[in-house]
C-alpha cells in the first residue's frame, strides 16, 4: 500500500497571504490528523477529520482550518500567513477516529513564510 | 486537557550501550502510548505502542514499559547502533479524544561508534 502523501513538500508564501497543503490518507483510511511541527514547540495538534467532519480541534486561532473530500483526501488551509507559521505541516492517516489507533505520517510540508 | 513531559532532551551514548528516555502524562484517561522516531528531514516513523491495558511490550531491542499509576511510560534501547540516531517523541491519546495525539518535546539521541 502506498503511504501518506503530502503536496506540496515545500513552499514559500509572504505574510498576509494564504495558503491550502494537501494529504492523501494510505487506501483505506478514514481519519486524517494534522499536526504544526516547529523548533521551539515541538509537535502540536492542529485538528482531525472524520467521515467529512471534523472531530477534534487544537489551540490554534481559527485562521487555521481544514476539511476532508468524501475520498478521505483532507486539506488545511491558513488564512492571513503570519512569519511564525512557518513550520512543517505534518498530516497523519489512521483507519478509523478512535483512541487506539496508530496514526502513520505523511512526508510534510515545510512552509517558509518571509 | 493532557500534557506530556519527555526527559532527557538530549541523550548521548556508546554504540553497544542501552537508552533510556522518560515520559511522563497528566491525563488519568489516557489509554495510548506511541513512540515515533524522526530522522533528520524525514517523516516521524511509528517504532512501538503500548495500550493501557498492558505494562510492557518488547520488540526486538525495542522495549515499552508503561506505569499507570505513576503516569509515566519509557523507552528502552537496548544493543545501540549508530542508525538508532535519531529524536525520539512519545505521545499519549486519550480515549474520548479521538486521533489527538499530544507528544512530548522529543529527545534528540546521538549514538557514537
Known amino acids: 500500500k502506498a503511504g501518506v502523501t503530502q503536496t506540496p513538500r515545500y513552499l514559500i508564501k509572504t505574510r498576509g497571504q494564504q495558503v491550502t497543503l494537501s494529504c492523501s490518507p494510505i487506501?483505506?483510511?478514514?481519519?486524517v490528523s494534522w499536526y504544526q511541527q516547529t523548533p521551539g514547540q515541538g509537535l502540536q495538534f492542529l485538528f482531525e477529520y472524520f467521515s467529512e467532519t471534523q472531530r477534534n480541534k487544537g489551540n490554534f486561532p481559527g485562521r487555521f482550518s481544514g476539511r476532508q473530500f468524501s475520498n478521505s483526501r483532507s486539506e488545511m488551509n491558513v488564512s492571513t500567513l503570519e512569519l511564525g507559521d512557518s513550520a512543517l505541516y505534518l498530516c497523519?492517516?489512521?483507519?478509523?477516529?478512535?483512541?487506539?489507533?496508530?496514526?502513520?505520517f505523511g512526508p510534510g510540508t515545510r512552509l517558509l513564510v518571509l | 486537557g493532557e500534557n506530556v513531559e519527555q526527559h532527557p532532551s538530549t541523550l548521548s551514548v556508546q554504540e553497544g550501550d542501552s537508552a533510556v528516555i522518560k515520559c511522563t502524562y497528566s491525563d488519568s484517561a489516557s489509554n495510548y502510548f506511541p513512540w515515533y522516531k524522526q530522522e533528520l528531514g524525514k517523516r516521524p516513523q511509528l517504532i512501538i505502542d503500548i495500550r493501557s491495558n498492558v505494562g510492557e511490550k518488547k520488540d526486538q531491542r525495542i522495549a515499552v514499559t508503561l506505569n499507570k499509576t505513576a503516569k509515566h511510560f519509557s523507552l528502552h534501547i537496548t544493543e545501540t547502533q549508530p542508525e538508532d540516531s535519531a529524536v525520539y517523541f512519545c505521545?499519549?491519546?486519550?480515549?474520548?479524544?479521538?486521533?489527538?495525539?499530544?507528544f512530548g518535546q522529543g529527545t534528540e539521541l546521538s549514538v557514537k561508534p
Open positions: 497523519a492517516s489512521s483507519l478509523i477516529s478512535g483512541s487506539e489507533e496508530t496514526q502513520y
Open positions: 487506501s483505506g483510511h478514514r481519519s
Open positions: 505521545a499519549a491519546r486519550t480515549y474520548n479524544q479521538g486521533g489527538k495525539l499530544i
